[in-house]
């Protein structure tokens, strides 16, 4: 046992599953994140076709295009943390740490147009206060959006631990993990894009 | 699945430097100091919870009396002259519901016996995240210490029940806001918990010690921790639509052209108000298993070690467990038939409540019948243990009639559901817990809690609960209506008015019998009589494999397991009690 408590400590120790502790646990988090995002998304379901006071606002007030472009950036920041795994399993520290570094702009670009995309809503009269859209749409982008930022702090300890030379092939269990956690919140803007935008 | 592993050698990894005390008692990473953390915190808030419920109850049995003793030192805002409020018994009501499910029996049955036993019990030199592990604790506390603080905000504390329904509670004063982010904090805290409890069951058990050799009372830790790891984000996911109603002034639950105090609300609406009760009755429906599975856990090893014989029927009840667990996702809105569900709607939730009846029923058999043919030593746990399975069974069963929606529609928001649920919490949970802390309170401390001092907080308890919840069943059926601050207001309440006197008397002996339980707890951790590591003979881990209290790192050999958890007098060993973890031939007879 280290003497620095670690969050999701990696033992060496093996387990009765034969799973490492850190990945067990980081899909037992996740399992929780879906029911999360599960009770957001089925009451936006609910009110949708419940409600007769849903109004949904033209497409062009949404900006689609802009929002599509976010989510072709968060599938390629997908493809390099797939990447930056796949590198340090071959000791390609180098490799790694540009598709570390390449994830963590593309979270950093999704950030980015979200906050051009807040205010212009703001100006076409979409708040939180205006209809349930507003409120669905800045709640659940918002609690995506932190996620995002958690997930670009995650990223960012993986890199700078990569840079000081800590993982190697043998030893790459939380760039797998950041990597788990990562994907999942892609996985959510894949949801929430044809959720919000689109249909 | 089945592969366990194999540890190295005890003494290799606790290689520890004496820790500062800060570090070994307060910010402890040691699963055996978060889980005594957890006993005494959990312990403070029922004794709060109780407190507020003792306020109540006086002011339904003399209402418009002054509060005797406390009364004149309540601020004018609770109590003018020692006489309470209304909106004051309305924070009362909320916050001792809301106190006592998330931050007193739930924490003392899952994070208290969960983190002390679980890991013992399993042969775990700590869980799988200790660090994980302290801070669910801090974090637990942190709200905790938020929702009893409330009373502070202006227009105090949350006064919405413990549900909190919308859309009162959406435009409650600022309290509620508050009872929103404490929830967060325990919803956190419970998620950190529950992760560490799965991941330690499915990780870190010794080896030979296979799923159907796990103690039950491990099994019911585990489905406890997958529904709250699953139910729990629910509500989370409910309370961030209030909390964005409230401070951002959302619409989730506003519906349109609502007028609230006489005056229309200033938003454009079109929420659902039974979209947050669908929210949070997907979380605490599970949530009443969350209160009673490790509590049929503890209730188990007590049984078996005070039967001296194997458990009945180990195999159906991990399998109750486990239906139970399943089930309780599918009939929540059974808490709901009021509110104008469709008939084919409410069809559903009565069938699938009917169905959740029969694991529960499977358990309380199988407890029954491991009675049969034991030797029964009537120790204090065993007499908990006892006590629990006729009152569970009225809790139990009086929740039947509240399953159909024809009984219910009549008895729900009636005094009747209180009784039921009282039953299942207190005569049942409460119960368990406190036979769970006679039980293993000489492995936590070395010492034993005093027999004599036991027996009279036993009997005090037992007849005093029954004389507190028994009434309420029958002020229920004759019609009386929950949740008022005046019962002498209406006149279908005044043939049973009498019964309020005797619910508060006998909560007020109740709580008599608790301070001698107070008295005994400090009284036996220094002066009780100090225990050998295995005083009532056990066949688990957590008795038979480690000292009394278990040192850093638990066990000071290497545990391997060869049998089932309960093998007890088993013919030609040499004593009545063998062991998990010692082979077979040290125990046959030569």
């Given amino acids: ?199 | 699945m089945e592969t366990t592993a194999s540890h190295s050698p005890a003494g290799v990894h606790d290689v520890h430097p004496d820790l500062p005390f800060v570090r070994k008692y307060v910010f402890s990473t040691d699963h055996k100091v978060i889980g005594i953390q957890y006993m005494i915190t959990s312990m403070l808030f029922l004794l709060s919870g109780f407190t507020m419920m003792l306020l109540m109850r006086w002011q339904i049995a003399y209402p418009g009396t002054p509060i005797p003793f406390i009364g004149k030192f309540l601020p004018e805002t609770m109590a003018p002259g020692g006489v309470m409020l209304p909106e004051f018994y309305n924070q009362l009501g909320a916050m001792h519901g809301t106190i006592m499910v998330f931050l007193g029996v739930v924490p003392l049955g899952v994070a208290a016996f969960g983190n002390y036993v679980l890991p013992l019990q399993i042969g775990a030199k700590d869980m799988a995240f200790p660090f994980l592990n302290m801070l669910s604790y801090w974090v637990f506390l942190i709200g905790g210490v938020l929702m009893l603080s409330s009373f502070a905000m202006p227009g105090g504390a949350a006064q919405s029940g413990w549900t909190s329904y919308v859309p009162l509670a959406d435009l409650a004063p600022p309290g509620q806001t508050m009872w929103l982010i404490a929830m967060t904090f325990i919803i956190t805290s419970s998620l950190f918990g529950a992760i560490n409890f799965i991941v330690t069951t499915l990780n870190l058990r010794a080896k030979g010690m296979t799923w159907m050799r796990l103690p039950f009372f491990v099994w019911c830790q585990f489905v406890t921790a997958v529904l709250l790891v699953l139910a729990f984000p629910v509500l989370q996911g409910g309370a961030l639509l209030q909390l964005m109603d409230r401070v951002a002034h959302a619409n989730f639950f506003i519906p349109a052209n609502l007028i609230f105090g006489g005056a229309p609300v200033e938003r454009p609406g079109g929420g659902n108000p039974l979209l947050w009760q669908h929210l949070f009755w997907f979380l605490a429906h599970p949530e009443v298993y969350v209160l009673l599975l490790p509590e049929f856990g503890i209730v188990a090893e007590i049984i078996a070690n005070g039967t001296r014989k194997p458990l009945f029927g180990y195999k159906e009840l991990v399998i109750s467990a486990c239906g139970i667990g399943v089930l309780s996702f599918v009939v929540w809105a059974h808490h709901m038939f009021l509110s104008g569900m469709r008939t084919d709607v409410t069809k559903f939730f009565t069938i699938t409540t009917m169905i959740i009846s029969i694991p529960s029923v499977m358990v309380l058999t199988c407890f029954l019948l491991s009675l049969r043919g034991g030797s029964i030593h009537f120790n204090l746990p065993m007499l908990f243990a006892l006590a629990f399975l006729p009152l569970f069974g009225i809790g139990g069963l009086t929740g039947l009639p509240l399953g159909f929606t024809p009984t219910d529609i009549y008895l729900h928001d009636t005094y009747y559901v209180i009784g039921h649920f009282h039953y299942v919490v207190v005569t049942g949970s409460l119960i368990a817990l406190f036979g769970g802390l006679y039980f293993w309170f000489p492995k936590m401390f070395g010492r034993h809690m005093n027999q004599r001092l036991g027996k009279i907080h036993f009997w005090i308890s037992v007849t005093a609960m029954n004389g507190i919840f028994f009434p309420m069943l029958i002020q229920g059926m004759s019609g009386v209506l929950r949740r008022q601050f005046d019962p002498t207001a209406q006149i279908h309440n005044h043939p049973t008015l009498i019964l309020n006197k005797v619910m508060t008397i006998s909560a007020l002996i109740l709580a008599l019998g608790q301070i001698v339980f107070i008295v005994n707890f400090f009284y036996s951790l220094f002066k009780g009589k100090e225990a050998q590591s295995n005083p009532w003979n056990a066949t688990t881990l957590d008795w038979a494999a480690c000292p009394s209290p278990p040192p850093h790192g638990n066990f000071t050999q290497d545990i391997a397991v060869h049998r089932g958890p309960y093998e007890y007098s088993v013919p030609n060993h040499k004593t009545d009690w063998s062991p998990q973890h010692v082979p077979d031939q040290q125990l046959v007879k030569s």
């Fill in chain 1, 1 to 199: 046992m280290s003497s620095t408590p670690w969050i999701l400590d990696a033992s060496d120790e093996p387990t009765s599953t034969g799973v490492p502790h850190g990945k067990l646990g980081i899909w037992v988090f996740l399992a929780s994140e879906v029911m999360l995002f599960g009770s957001l998304i089925s009451s936006y379901i609910v009110l949708r076709l419940g409600s007769t006071h849903f109004i949904v606002p033209p497409h062009e007030f949404l900006s689609v295009p802009v929002a599509a472009l976010n989510t072709f950036v968060l599938i390629i920041s997908s493809v390099t943390m797939v990447m930056a795994l796949a590198s340090i399993q071959q000791d390609d520290r180098k490799g790694m740490i540009m598709y570390l570094i390449a994830t963590i702009l593309c979270g950093l670009i999704f950030l980015g147009v979200k906050t051009w995309e807040y205010p212009h809503k703001w100006h076409e009269g979409i708040t939180i206060q205006s209809g349930l859209f507003g409120s669905f749409y800045f709640t659940m982008t918002g609690l995506h959006g932190l996620h995002v930022i958690g997930g670009i702090a995650f990223n960012l300890y993986i890199l700078i631990q990569g840079i000081r030379g800590k993982w190697s092939s043998t030893h790459c269990q939380r760039v797998e993990y950041a990597g788990i956690y990562w994907h999942f919140v892609d996985l959510v803007w894949v949801v929430l894009f044809p959720l919000l935008y689109l249909l």
